[in-house]
């Protein structure tokens, strides 16, 4: 086990796991949108999770997250779509490093529906360099990610990988408005979050 007690599977996303796993002893249930290899639904339901469903749109990752579930009970995995699956609401809805692989508005629309009434969204993504800020930020960034790379070791994920197209404004932006009320964050190493509880 890495000296920082995450098993081997510390990343730049996973780093941020525990934004979720803080709401999983009030979750009786969770989806994982753009679960990968179904590392953070691993974690939910070793967490107390009692339903914890993974949704991919890449099909050998889901058959990766499936075989690693090695017979925990209440985790189950779909194919498909973000914007299409699963069907129903849930009592924590969490969107890792996912949600710059869809059309943005449509997106946060999307984990909004999924979001039961006063469930809780988190969502960890990339954004674009899109002004001087975004730039010194970033670059602020390059000295603490490296030592931390070093320090910890990088786990390599294998899921498909693509650039962010919208900026960070952008995001917060559309957050705001998709989400009433949401915290949107700048966070180290080149990513931001977005935390919500769904209406009553």
Not at 121 to 132: C, E, F, K, Q, T
Not at 143 to 150: G, K, L
Not at 156 to 165: I, N, Q, R
Request: glycine residues 10%.
């Amino acid at each position: 086990m890495a000296a920082d007690g995450t098993n081997g599977t510390w990343n730049h996303n996973t780093h941020y796991h525990h934004l979720a796993l803080r709401h999983a002893r009030t979750a009786r249930s969770a989806v994982d949108v753009g679960c990968g290899e179904g590392l953070l639904t691993r974690r939910l339901a070793d967490a107390g999770v009692a339903s914890v469903v993974g949704v991919d749109a890449d099909v050998d990752e889901v058959e990766r997250a499936r075989a690693a579930a090695d017979g925990r009970a209440g985790l189950r995995y779909e194919v498909g779509d973000a914007l299409e699956v699963p069907e129903g609401t849930f009592d924590l809805v969490t969107c890792f490093a996912t949600l710059h692989h869809v059309d943005l508005a449509a997106g946060l629309r999307r984990l909004a529906a999924l979001t039961a009434p006063r469930g809780r969204l988190v969502v960890v993504g990339l954004a674009a360099v899109r002004s001087p800020l975004d730039a010194a930020l970033g670059a602020a960034a390059v000295p603490v990610a490296f030592v931390a790379d070093r320090r910890r070791g990088v786990w390599e994920h294998g899921s498909p990988m693509t650039d962010p197209a919208d900026g960070y404004g952008a995001v917060r932006d559309a957050a705001r408005l998709a989400l009433p009320g949401v915290r949107w964050r700048r966070r180290l190493y080149w990513r931001y979050s977005l935390e919500w509880t769904a209406p009553a």
